[in-house]
């Protein structure tokens, strides 16, 4: 997820000495890929943007609704602007503010952010007659620094700030943004990066914002006094902290809270929103306040109640954004004595939401299972800040004391105390294991000799407790959990250490043998052989609906095979995984037949069927391929676009792979699959074993699929028994120097004989003087040929390599075939 921390904020933590980009790339090398640094003010000019004391303000003579404001900028003489914002227009009416008014003043000549535009695009201030009064100037929202998107008032800078001081010194700063990938909660906050730039750097890391400071000792208990603290579920809930601030007034938020807050990429709301979401990026705990006035007790005059449990099914809630979501038995819900007030870990409920009348809020810090925490995210499509920190598997070790930094911050910010009885309910805190690391560990796993107080330096930078002597114990701090081995403290030794210190060295050892992936190179040769015929490769999805796979079968799924389901599928229409590839590739030419007519697609991929007994199914490659569409497109010679696909077509993309890899024994037989056109399809064999179908699909599978009715050809066939065949050493037959002899034979036999039998059998039985046979005739005619027969013409090519071949030597080769057609297959020669 993305993280912006401000490098003004970073520095309250830890002493920096780099500039915003050695830092930047010291921390990607690191690991924390650092996307962007943003120079916050980099636009604005120093000589012309600077910090104004607005020194009075006047009515307009001639516009109600503008005013004439003198500010006074570090200049020879002050300048007088012309504004409508209401918040300097106020005060033509109520007088000037007891206390200095300060505003960022921009002089004519410097370029800023138009406000009214609304695209982002830049004016250059000139001097302007507005309503008859010359403006020197303006006084500057937000959204015309760019540093939000606020254009109702101007920025009121805090009355200490110093006059004539150029803008960029005083609200200027560098952000980074950080892109953190997997499970490094540890990482997602402004303290987090600190502890990582001060082991980066070898500073000091202030901790003082771990140890929150409060009026006396503070009383830490399960049950306090103002609410009954319970945990139904601690599977999915490890912690509940609950803290009571009394006695607040809910307003604004000082404006360096304000500022820290836009720059880190959040809203400033008010006072107490504002400081929850200001120690979530401090210290990366998600924290929610609800108005304690609207807590509900479980019994009338009794106390208020906080009971973490799972949903109901069907209980609903309107969230904090008006949305009023409905909830299964697996999601965890934060409950009062009259039902749902959030939903733990990603959103509170509307009912209990602090306003400007909140004069008391329960402050929640909890830990939740992160895994339930990520499943209610995505069923309900709803994604915070919180969640995204939750779905990380937070540490359960944080939740008082962020807790307690809010609170204080709370109470200074809006007047109020914190009750020094703290609830805490922690019933089993996760226990840690020491790991230990032999001498020479750390040498073998990384390959360089990294000094043992350098370790030991390195890891207490990262807060891990060491104990010397031989073997070193290394205790994880409790943010750690992905530290658990001794290859991954190893790991963490070497990004600190520097993975540039490390001296490139060559391999002393022999290069282990090479072994072939035949699978692999299989496959690959498969797409490189599709892709030559001028098919385009598609990838779709392998999770699919059962109802996509039901289309190919006319029984609608009666008696059909069983599907692997998915235990915990992000869809209901997705969740089990594919039998064939054609639903898939289907649905795939669906969708881009809007755009285009002709489509020639294929796809490799695994296949799933569950296997009795087994706990895992058989996942079998197949190769799929749809043709549909002119088989030429339109060209500029024709004018139009040719033939549309056929049977010939997909036919001939399966030769071609066929003959790619050198496959022997293949036979065709008339196709059975339910799927295709009757009569326009084919089955292909291999060695007697079947390997798929292709051809014409039938109209009832293209109108089910949603395709237009024309001819849409396809095949499906199994990969790996291919492979098993494939004779990628073959070599190539020699070009004799001799001429062939060409010769025609042709013989009637029975018409439900395949002609693929009789040319297998032709070409066995002529070899190896018989290069080649081909059918080129095909023909019926009861009064000529007989009832039930049909007559078959090949053409036969000759050759030898050696010599010039006698007609002796071909006729007796004729003979032998024609002797062996009759005698198994029943043919009779017949004359042309």
Not at 464 to 475: C, H, K, N, Q
Not at 528 to 548: K, N
Not at 816 to 821: A, E, Q, S
């Amino acid at each position: 997820m993305a993280l912006r921390v401000p490098i003004g904020w970073l520095k309250e933590y830890v002493e920096l000495d780099r500039s915003p980009e050695d830092l930047a790339e010291r921390l990607t090398l690191a690991g924390l890929e650092v996307e962007s640094v943003t120079a916050v003010g980099a636009d604005w000019d120093r000589d012309k943007v600077r910090v104004g004391h607005v020194l009075k303000v006047e009515p307009h003579p001639d516009a109600d609704r503008l005013c004439l404001a003198t500010v006074e900028f570090g200049g020879e003489a002050p300048l007088i602007v012309v504004t409508g914002a209401p918040n300097i227009v106020r005060y033509v009416a109520e007088g000037m503010p007891a206390g200095p008014l300060k505003a960022p003043f921009a002089m004519t000549g410097a370029e800023l952010i138009d406000g009214h535009a609304g695209d982002g695009r830049k004016l250059k201030l000139k001097p302007t007659q507005i309503r008859g009064v010359r403006s020197e100037g303006m006084v500057c929202s937000e959204r015309e620094l760019g540093l939000s998107d606020e254009h109702e008032g101007i920025l009121l800078l805090p009355e200490d700030a110093p006059t004539g001081t150029p803008l960029v010194d005083y609200l200027g700063d560098h952000v980074l943004e950080f892109d953190i990938k997997g499970g490094f909660a540890h990482l997602l906050s402004v303290f987090g990066i600190a502890r990582e730039a001060a082991a980066l750097t070898g500073q000091a890391l202030r901790r003082e914002v771990l140890q929150p400071g409060g009026a006396g000792a503070p009383a830490v208990t399960a049950d306090p006094s103002y609410v009954r603290l319970e945990i139904a579920d601690p599977d999915l809930c490890s912690r509940y902290v609950g803290l009571l601030i009394e006695g607040l007034k809910v307003g604004p938020s000082p404006f360096w809270l304000r500022q820290r807050l836009l720059h880190a990429g959040q809203r400033p709301i008010d006072a107490v929103v504002d400081a929850t979401n200001y120690v979530m990026l401090e210290l990366g705990q998600p924290l929610h306040a609800f108005d304690y006035g609207t807590l509900r007790p479980e019994k009338v005059g009794g106390t208020p109640l906080i009971r973490v449990r799972r949903a109901k099914e069907g209980e609903t809630l309107h969230t904090l954004d008006g949305v009023e979501r409905r909830f299964d038995g697996e999601m965890l819900l934060i409950t009062d004595g009259g039902g749902a007030i959030g939903i733990a870990g990603i959103m509170g409920g509307a009912q209990s939401e602090v306003t400007a009348g909140t004069t008391a809020v329960l402050l929640e810090a909890a830990n939740f299972e992160f895994l339930n925490n990520r499943r209610t995210s995505q069923v309900l499509k709803l994604r915070t800040e919180a969640s995204d920190r939750f779905g990380k598997d937070l540490d359960a070790e944080l939740c008082l004391t962020a807790a307690l930094r809010c609170a204080n911050l709370i109470a200074e910010l809006c007047g109020g105390t914190v009750r020094a009885e703290h609830g805490d309910l922690y019933p089993a805190p996760a226990a840690r294991k020491p790991i230990e690391l032999a001498p020479g560990t750390i040498q073998g796993l990384l390959g360089v000799e990294v000094p043992e107080a350098e370790v030991v330096r390195v890891l207490e930078s990262l807060e891990f407790r060491v104990e010397g002597g031989a073997p070193l114990r290394v205790m994880p701090p409790s943010h750690r959990k992905d530290v658990t081995l001794a290859a991954d403290v190893a790991e963490e030794v070497a990004r600190i250490y520097g993975y540039d210190r490390m001296a490139p060295t060559l391999i002393e050892d022999a290069l282990p043998p090479q072994r072939r992936n035949r699978l692999l190179d299989g496959t690959e040769r498969v797409r490189d052989l599709l892709a030559g015929c001028g098919l385009e490769e598609i990838i779709t999805y392998s999770i699919v609906g059962q109802a996509d796979e039901h289309k190919l079968d006319p029984k609608d799924g009666a008696g059909a095979e069983p599907f692997v389901a998915l235990i915990n599928p992000l869809d209901a229409e997705r969740a089990h995984l594919r039998r064939n590839l054609l639903p898939g590739a289907l649905n795939a030419v669906r969708d881009n037949l809007r755009f285009q007519s002709r489509l020639a697609l294929f796809e490799v991929g695994r296949v799933y069927h569950p296997r009795a007994g087994e706990e895992l199914p058989a996942e079998p490659w197949r190769m799929g391929a749809v043709l549909t569409g002119s088989r030429e497109e339109r060209s500029w010679a024709t004018g139009r676009e040719g033939a549309p696909f056929d049977f010939y077509d997909i036919k001939g993309a399966a030769e071609a792979v066929l003959k790619g890899l050198e496959i022997e024994g293949i036979a065709w037989e008339r196709g059975d699959d339910p799927a295709y056109h009757p009569g326009r399809s084919a089955k292909l064999l291999l060695n007697g074993e079947p390997l798929g179908h292709l051809g014409e699909l039938h109209p009832r599978v293209v109108s089910a699929f949603g395709l237009p009715q024309q001819a849409v050809c396809a095949m499906e066939l199994a990969i790996e028994p291919l492979l098993a065949a494939w004779n990628e050493d073959k070599q190539m037959t020699p070009i004799s120097a001799h001429p062939p002899v060409y010769e025609d034979l042709a013989v009637i036999v029975d018409a439900a004989l395949p002609a693929e039998r009789v040319q297998a059998m032709i070409a066995q039985t002529g070899r190896p003087l018989l290069r080649e046979v081909a059918l080129f005739d095909h023909y019926r005619d009861d009064a000529t040929i007989g009832a039930g027969k049909k007559s078959l013409a090949y053409a036969l090519t000759y050759q030898a390599e050696d010599r010039t071949l006698t007609d002796k030597e071909v006729a007796k080769l004729r003979g032998k075939i024609v002797r062996r057609l009759d005698t198994e297959l029943g043919a009779v020669l017949r004359s042309l």
